[in-house]
């Protein structure tokens, strides 16, 4: 029975200890002026390759050029671009209406297609997300990933703790 309980115990503590170096400490620790290994935590160490891999995604998955052409069409559908185009001022919606003269429905269109096309291939969504991420504190993005994860990194720990019950009933 006492090889279950330390077993559980351990199991608990390692998988606790493991979730915990993801996140902490924020910042690098030193005994006798040599820095401790895997200090910072993994997630805060890592956390600018974090922000290119989830603002390249952002790009390639959910905004790409075609999201954004349908999105700006949209926009227009609503009058959100005419609503836009007169708050800018009286210069601004002249310029807009001599525009629209000349282009017509067809060449806004092509013209929103091609401004989309040209912001895709700018990677402006995947610059706007990892600037936005990189201003971010690094407790700012530990807390949004442990708000999404929480629970899965709770069972984790219990299981570590069934695992360790596990090894000490067979030991």
Partial sequence: MIGVVVGAVIGYLTNWLA??????????????????????????????????????MAQEKFADAEDLRRAFYRAHEQGLVVEFIESMGPMVK?????????AGA?????????????????EV???V???KMDQMSDVEVRDIVLSVSRRELKAITLVGALLGAAIGLLA
Avoid: C
Avoid at 94 to 102: D, I, L, T
Avoid at 110 to 119: E, P, Q, S, V
């Fill in 125 to 127: 969504v995947e610059n």
């Fill in 94 to 102: 002249v310029a807009w209406n001599m525009y629209v003269r000349r």
């Fill in 19 to 56: 979730i915990k170096m993801l996140f902490w400490p924020l910042e690098p620790k030193f005994i006798f002026g040599r820095q401790i290994p895997l200090t910072p935590g993994l997630f805060v160490r890592r956390r600018h390759d974090f922000s290119r891999a989830l603002a390249h």
């Fill in 106 to 122: 067809d060449g806004f269109k092509r013209d929103l297609g091609t401004i989309a096309k040209k912001l895709g291939e700018a």
């Fill in 129 to 131: 997300v990892r600037r």
